[in-house]
T-cell receptor, first 112, second 112 residues
């Protein structure tokens, strides 16, 4: 089993739709969780951290379920500019930078 | 301008040649990382550095060499390039471990 798994998609959704991505991780000791966004042929950029209580940033909501070892990203009112690949990132230990694992990414296309 | 820069943006080299990819950051971040990104594998850590003169292997270090004589520079050298090293290489830096990764714009390397 891979350490971090994501549905590769692609997810093709119309503008204004709500879309959700899930990510599962295998290491129950993981402490830090993030979502990154990567546009085609560009570098990944931090979208948001994921906190235990869940957190929201505008149209984006991140949730963490430690018991089931998955995190989710919900995008409401999708915009064309949301088209990108979304990477789930998990860290094994709080200070273990060598165990930062990037998921393979989920591709999103928002269609007019 | 402040930031993290990689050079060259594109590179074509022949099998067996030595090639060095450059990474420079102006934030004085302690941590620097080299990743490669390939279809189907996501981002994989090659080497990382916690500070000047401190480097360590990541997930896929074979065939690569790094050095960090100065905090701001973290070059990656392919000692004898192979076709399997054709990839997009991203350098990243952070203040502390996994938190707040910032990536460079990447180097697209083709080994023929």
């Amino acid at each position: 089993r891979k350490e971090v798994e994501q549905d590769p998609g692609p997810f093709n959704v119309p503008e204004g739709a709500t879309v959700a991505f899930n990510c599962t991780y295998s290491n129950s000791a993981s402490q830090s969780f993030f979502w990154y966004r990567q546009d085609c042929r560009k570098e990944p950029k931090l979208l948001m951290s994921v906190y235990s209580s869940g957190n929201e940033d505008g149209r984006f909501t991140a949730q963490l379920n430690r018991a089931s070892q998955y995190i989710s990203l919900l995008i409401r009112d999708s915009k064309l500019s949301d088209s990108a690949t979304y990477l789930c990132v998990v860290n094994g230990r709080a200070t273990s930078y060598d165990k930062v694992i990037f998921g393979p990414g989920t591709s999103l296309s928002v269609i007019p | 301008d402040a930031g993290i820069t990689q050079s060259p943006r594109y590179k074509i080299t022949e099998t067996g040649r030595q090639v060095t990819l450059m990474c420079h950051q102006t934030w004085s971040h302690s941590y620097m990382f080299w990743y490669r990104q390939d279809l189907g594998h996501g981002l994989r850590l090659i080497y990382y550095s916690a500070a000047a003169d401190i480097t360590d292997k990541g997930e896929v270090p074979d065939g690569y060499v790094v050095s960090r004589s100065k905090t701001e520079n973290f070059p990656l050298t392919l000692e004898s390039a192979t076709r399997s090293q054709t990839s997009v290489y991203f350098c990243a830096s952070s203040v502390q471990g996994v938190h707040g990764y910032t990536f460079g714009s990447g180097t697209r390397l083709t080994v023929v």
